[in-house]
């Protein structure tokens, strides 16, 4: 039972910092790292107590990661195809075919180095799996608290709702991306306002070269086209980003009430980063989403994640350079 104590001490601390800040994506990381640790501990102790049983567990294991990967790759690459041909050839579009190719390359890096046992291959390769690992760690911990958030009871009461703006069709026109986070806006209107309050409406999206005029303004006519009550819609319309939207939004708030409290409404697979954005702009609110078409998902959860990884860059370039550095010390000894 001893070797669970890491496991249970990191999943206390985990909860302790979800119940002090959902927002924070050092929960993430300690969520996975619990729950690595406890796999780890149930594996050790079934190594020991069945020795015959652990290896060909740990062979199985060793069998589902390659096909895991393997599949993994197919179905990116899949995806990524499908982006393209529905979303265009943006970079942001092409993340999940780009991963895909990434994941076979380094299927293909394992399968040489195993072939030709080169001592500098197989400890570049070594390297490589333990970025490779470091990063996928990280992405499984981002996508599993995602959801989780996603999940989180929201409070009753609140001053405002904040939608964040997307792009608009030919410049002008509410997209249907940017049409479910209307709606859903409206949904916890709705709600909220069943609960004793009243909340303004907040639309928050400024206007982009290719847009002829700002998104908050859209969002605005779309809503009152709809019937949703003109006096309760307020515009944000300098913002060009995620965190302008929130610090813009923030400072209309505060303005109107210091001790102001909203939801923000924005896409499920753009949740979690709002919300950890929201929590270093000092907003007072939580985040939620609306649908997203399945596609579209993979690219843009991995694009979340890459922003939440730039966010930390000092923190996961230090690891990185240690890991390599690990790499080239293992290599001085061969």
Known sequence: ?????????????????????????????????????????????????????GREIGIVLLLLVAVGIV????????????????????PANLLSLLTGLALVALLALMITALILKNETLVVVTGTVLALAGYIAFLFVSFVVYAFLYGRLHIHRKADYVVV??????????????????????RSVHTRLTAHGRQPVLLASGGQGPDETLPES???????IERGFPAALIEREDRSTTTEENLRYSKSIMEKANPDYRCVVVTNNYHVFRAAVTARRAGVR?????????????????IREFVAI???????NLAICLLLILGGACIWQLS
Do not use: D, Q
């Open 1 to 53: 039972m001893l070797a669970y104590v890491p496991a249970a001490l990191i999943f206390v601390a985990f909860c302790v910092g979800t119940l002090h800040e959902r927002r924070r994506f050092s929960n993430a990381v300690l969520l996975g790292l619990s729950l690595t640790f406890a796999a780890a501990a149930w594996l050790a102790g079934l190594a020991r107590s069945r020795p015959a049983t």
């Open 71 to 90: 599949v993994l790759s197919w179905f990116l690459i899949s995806n990524g195809v499908t982006m393209v041909r529905k979303e265009g050839r943006s």
């Open 164 to 185: 964040l703006g997307a792009g608009l069709i030919n410049g002008a026109t509410v997209s249907p991306l940017l049409a479910g986070r209307l709606e859903r806006a």
């Open 217 to 223: 303004h859209a969002m605005a006519e779309y809503l």
């Open 285 to 301: 609110g939580h985040v939620v989403g609306s649908p997203t078409a399945a596609y579209f998902w993979p690219s843009a959860m």
């Open 309 to 315: 990884f730039l966010t930390y860059w000092r923190t």
